[in-house]
């Protein structure tokens, strides 16, 4: 499968112009590694692009619980000090604590749309039957739809309250072989919305390249379900 494990954490970011190359620096070479050695963490992948932000970054994790865990909520309330800096100049955050509601495709792509999903629609039929709807057009690799679990979202942890975020409930990512078909498929589900929640899902639509992506050293065993 393109997608790892059965749950993600989703983060849209800006940063500051003046902290562009500090970002770079973090998330690359401390963030990324970071994240990824612990336990339940399988991949991290950071995007760039355009639309509701500039930057987009996907870790998936074995399942829900890696994301509560003692050890990445650890993490989390006792962030580095370059942490603490960089993401003091985050803007325009959104970041979600989802489980894989739906997924379908056997390829990972260069890139990468992102459509936050209305309240009622229903997704289903674009991931149904043996060559899903979702994946037959040309350049299209794989889906998934992400639900929010609510809770773990909106846990109050020392680094969340170094950001200001939202948290967005449900959301469509489509991996494309091409930008161009990213933005076909974007252009194509917006079309299939009513039109009064196509504004507010287009605002908070976007469009990505893979910058990097790197697995996680398997040096932990698997996380107990619970």
Not at 23 to 28: G, L, V
Not at 109 to 129: C, E, I, K, N
Not at 158 to 171: C, I, T
């Amino acid at each position: 499968m393109s997608l790892l494990g059965k749950a993600a954490v989703l983060i849209w970011n800006d940063v500051l112009e003046t902290e562009r190359d500090a970002f770079y620096r973090w998330h690359d070479k401390e963030h990324i590694p970071e994240r990824l050695a612990l336990p339940g963490f399988l991949r991290g992948r950071r995007y760039r692009g355009s639309g509701v932000t500039e930057w987009l970054t996907l870790y998936e994790a074995e399942h829900v619980a890696v994301l509560t865990s003692h050890a990445y909520l650890e993490r989390l309330n006792h962030p580095t000090p370059l942490t603490q800096s960089t993401v003091r100049a985050f803007r325009n955050t959104a970041r979600s604590i989802c489980v894989v509601e739906q997924t379908t495709g056997a390829s990972t792509g260069g890139h990468a749309l992102t459509l936050p999903v209305p309240a009622g629609f229903d997704a289903t039929p674009l991931f149904a039957g043996d060559v899903p709807a979702i994946t037959a057009d040309t350049g299209v690799l794989a889906a998934h739809l992400f639900v929010a679990d609510d809770a773990a979202s909106h846990l109050d942890t020392r680094e969340a309250r170094e950001r200001a975020y939202v948290v967005p409930s449900r959301v469509l990512l489509v991996e494309t072989s091409t930008l161009d078909a990213a933005r076909k498929q974007l252009t194509h589900l917006l079309a299939g919305l009513d039109p009064a929640q196509r504004d507010a899902a287009a605002a908070g639509a976007g469009v990505f390249t893979l910058e990097i992506s790197r697995l996680a050293t398997p040096n932990h065993p698997p996380q107990e379900t619970r």
